[in-house]
Protein backbone atom coordinates (compact mmCIF):
# COMPACT_ATOMS: atom_id res chain seq x y z
CA UNK A 1 0.00 0.00 0.00
CA UNK A 2 1.24 3.74 -1.18
CA UNK A 3 1.06 6.40 1.31
CA UNK A 4 -0.54 9.32 -0.29
CA UNK A 5 -2.29 12.68 0.16
CA UNK A 6 -5.39 13.63 -0.81
CA UNK A 7 -6.54 17.13 -1.87
CA UNK A 8 -10.13 18.19 -2.22
CA UNK A 9 -11.35 21.06 -3.76
CA UNK A 10 -14.38 22.40 -4.87
CA UNK A 11 -18.09 20.85 -3.55
CA UNK A 12 -15.86 17.74 -2.79
CA UNK A 13 -13.90 20.16 0.45
CA UNK A 14 -17.20 21.73 1.00
CA UNK A 15 -19.88 18.71 1.31
CA UNK A 16 -16.87 16.84 3.63
CA UNK A 17 -15.59 19.63 5.16
CA UNK A 18 -11.82 18.80 4.40
CA UNK A 19 -9.31 20.15 2.42
CA UNK A 20 -6.42 17.61 2.51
CA UNK A 21 -6.15 13.94 4.19
CA UNK A 22 -3.74 11.04 4.02
CA UNK A 23 -4.82 7.50 2.93
CA UNK A 24 -3.28 4.65 2.04
CA UNK A 25 -4.26 2.92 -1.43
CA UNK A 26 -2.54 0.86 -3.40
CA UNK A 27 -4.28 1.57 -7.09
CA UNK A 28 -6.37 4.87 -7.94
CA UNK A 29 -9.68 2.91 -7.51
CA UNK A 30 -8.83 2.21 -4.08
CA UNK A 31 -8.52 5.61 -2.73
CA UNK A 32 -12.17 6.28 -2.61
CA UNK A 33 -12.68 3.48 -0.52
CA UNK A 34 -10.16 4.45 2.05
CA UNK A 35 -11.36 7.91 2.14
CA UNK A 36 -14.95 6.41 3.34
CA UNK A 37 -13.15 4.56 6.07
CA UNK A 38 -11.21 7.99 7.28
CA UNK A 39 -14.07 10.23 6.42
CA UNK A 40 -17.49 8.35 6.94
CA UNK A 41 -19.47 6.71 4.27
CA UNK A 42 -22.59 9.24 4.77
CA UNK A 43 -19.81 12.12 3.73
CA UNK A 44 -19.09 9.99 0.59
CA UNK A 45 -22.32 9.45 -0.37
CA UNK A 46 -22.55 13.04 -1.06
CA UNK A 47 -20.92 12.25 -4.87
CA UNK A 48 -17.66 11.75 -4.38
CA UNK A 49 -16.92 9.30 -6.38
CA UNK A 50 -14.47 8.74 -9.05
CA UNK A 51 -16.69 9.27 -12.34
CA UNK A 52 -17.65 12.42 -10.56
CA UNK A 53 -14.24 13.89 -10.24
CA UNK A 54 -11.36 15.42 -12.64
CA UNK A 55 -8.58 13.33 -10.71
CA UNK A 56 -4.56 14.72 -10.72
CA UNK A 57 -2.24 12.80 -9.61
CA UNK A 58 1.38 14.63 -8.74
CA UNK A 59 -0.27 17.70 -11.35
CA UNK A 60 -0.84 15.51 -14.32
CA UNK A 61 -4.79 14.81 -15.42
CA UNK A 62 -5.12 10.67 -14.33
CA UNK A 63 -8.15 9.14 -16.04
CA UNK A 64 -7.23 5.00 -15.41
CA UNK A 65 -8.60 3.97 -12.21
CA UNK A 66 -6.41 0.85 -12.41
CA UNK A 67 -3.07 3.86 -12.15
CA UNK A 68 -0.83 1.83 -9.22
CA UNK A 69 -0.31 4.74 -6.90
CA UNK A 70 3.81 5.24 -5.06
CA UNK A 71 4.73 6.64 -1.65
CA UNK A 72 4.24 10.32 -1.63
CA UNK A 73 1.72 10.33 -4.46
CA UNK A 74 -0.47 13.69 -4.10
CA UNK A 75 -3.90 13.56 -5.59
CA UNK A 76 -6.04 16.14 -6.23
CA UNK A 77 -10.42 15.35 -6.80
CA UNK A 78 -11.67 18.41 -7.91
CA UNK A 79 -15.25 18.76 -8.67
CA UNK A 80 -16.52 19.69 -12.45
CA UNK A 81 -17.23 22.88 -12.91
CA UNK A 82 -20.65 24.19 -13.36
CA UNK A 83 -22.51 26.69 -13.44
CA UNK A 84 -25.19 29.09 -15.65
Known amino acids: MAKIKVKLFGVF???THVAEID??????????NALGDKLGREKMDSGLTFSDALVYINGEPCAKKSRKLNDGDELWLLSPASGG
Open 13 to 15: RVD
Open 23 to 32: VEAEKLKDVF
